[in-house]
């Protein structure tokens, strides 16, 4: 049973869940990305995967919670098994793809999200064995404030949009200096003997075609060339 204190937050949590559900909806189809199921990116794919499963789990338990005389831990328990095994799908997506550096920390919400659906499950069992208990119902609340900010945060990405978050702007600054390192001392001495080594073979290869070609050349000194045709 869920405390009546509840009810109006729970009515809240369905109505913004199913705005940004529709909203979610218009994030995917003015995204930048042309290709949609499996030809689109992978980073596409996870983000929209995330925001979807997160706002369908927190607008299904602020339902089940409005309902009258229903235990939220039967539909808490069902979701969160959802939820694990949508977070394993996603697990086995982007291992088998192998996406790039760049996209790890893309990537880093997968076992996040794992970790909020197995607490999740813990107070669902909880809310079975203690219907009257209110701290597995406030647990389930906060998950649904969570479960909003991951999914705008992923919608924010799929419209592609800059990130620009501390974590965010630290890594990028950290790969541009990367890319613009300039090279070592040994590595340019090596590239600049390396040119050496092929002017000197492309000269010695020019010197020989040149008498190569000298000696394929006809003689004009010799006597026939000097004959005069007969009268």
């Known amino acids: ?105 893309g990537l880093a919400i997968i076992p996040v999200l794992g970790i ?30 969570i479960f909003f900010m991951v999914a705008i945060a992923r919608a924010w990405h799929m419209i592609g949009a800059r990130d620009t978050g501390l974590v965010a702007v630290v890594g990028g600054l950290v790969r541009e200096r990367h890319q613009t390192t300039p090279t070592s001392p040994k590595a340019s001495v090596m590239s600049t003997a390396q040119a050496n080594t092929t002017g000197l073979e492309t000269d010695h290869r020019a010197g020989a075609d040149s008498q190569q070609g000298r000696r394929r050349a006809p003689d004009h000194t010799s006597p026939r060339a000097h004959k005069t045709a007969p009268r």
């Open 1 to 105: 049973m869920v405390p009546t204190p509840y009810h109006s937050y729970f009515s809240a949590c369905a109505a913004v869940a199913g705005t940004l559900i529709g909203l979610l909806f218009i994030a995917i189809s003015v995204s930048p990305h042309k290709d949609v199921g499996a030809k689109a990116p992978l980073a596409f794919q996870i983000q929209a995967a995330v925001a979807f499963t997160t706002l369908i789990n927190a607008l299904v338990i602020a339902l089940a919670a409005l309902l009258p005389g229903e235990n939220l831990g039967t539909a808490a328990v069902i979701l969160s098994c959802v939820g694990i095994s949508s977070t394993i799908g996603l697990t086995v997506v982007s291992l088998r793809d192998r996406p790039g550096r760049r996209h790890y920390w």
């Open 116 to 145: 909020l659906y197995i607490l999740q499950l813990d107070s669902a069992i909880d809310l079975l064995m203690h219907p009257r208990n209110p701290s597995p119902v406030h647990f389930e609340a906060l998950l649904a404030i």
